[in-house]
């Protein structure tokens, strides 16, 4: 049996929405974040050591890192579907997307949370406004800059296939799916980008995803 150990509004949300997609049955565990710090309770390190989530039991198998569990599941249980055929070049764009996702998208939209959490966080009166300065010469400076870079990026990527990795949904638009929730909910993602916002409301309307968010609980991407 197939077990999601699910933090809430997190990136494991995109796993429960493959395994809708594929038809698989998984049993979900659910952790609930820290109120305060927002990180995973303990209790996921005895899963996996980094105790960040998604990670999945499958028998003996213990996976962590979305791309590899998306991998791993759509190719152990897909039987082809929702990855393009080996050697074609939508193949490559598949595998493009699955490593962007984590690898360049990811990265800036969590800058930003940082830098909004330093500058909302309780500190001597005195010290704010150094707080403020600092953080805001980081995110005009560079953050903010390299949100754009890659929201125009993608947008453009769009304008070339309905899907990112071709004309056909894959488990890349899974993976894809939690940047561009993260950008619309703090990343400044709105309707300038119409493509990008017109796939977000594409995957809502999907009743594998809406399943999800039901065995999930809800969803607002956070870290
Ligand atoms: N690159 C990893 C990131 C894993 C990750 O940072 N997960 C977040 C949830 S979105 C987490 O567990 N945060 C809580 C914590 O760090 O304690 C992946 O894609 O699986």
Request: hydrophobic share 40%.
């Amino acid at each position: 049996m197939i077990t999601v150990h699910h933090l809430d509004n997190s990136r494991s949300q995109r796993v429960l929405w493959l395994l809708e997609e594929l038809g698989v049955v998984y049993e979900v565990k659910r952790y609930e974040r820290d109120p305060a710090t927002r990180l995973a309770p303990p209790s996921l390190r005895a899963v996996h050591p980094l105790g960040k989530s998604p990670v999945v039991t499958d028998g003996d198998l213990t996976l962590a890192e979305s791309g590899a569990i998306i991998e791993y599941l759509a190719g152990r249980y897909g039987d082809g579907r929702l990855i393009p055929a080996a050697g074609t070049p939508e193949r490559l764009r598949y595998t493009y997307w699955l490593h962007y996702a984590e690898g360049s998208a990811s990265p800036p939209l969590l800058l930003k949370l940082v830098f909004d959490r330093i500058e909302s966080a309780p500190m001597p009166f005195f010290v704010r406004p150094i707080a403020k300065t600092i953080s805001g010469r980081a995110k005009d400076g560079f953050i903010g800059p390299q949100i754009k870079l890659h929201l125009d990026f993608m947008e453009a990527e769009l304008g070339k296939s309905a899907w990112f990795a071709g004309d056909d949904f894959t488990a890349a638009d899974i993976q894809m799916s939690y940047p561009l929730e993260a950008a619309r909910v703090r990343g400044g993602m709105d309707a300038s980008r119409p493509r990008l916002m017109a796939f977000l409301e594409k995957i809502h309307a999907r009743s594998a995803y809406q399943r999800a968010i039901e065995r999930g609980g809800p969803y607002e991407p956070l870290s």
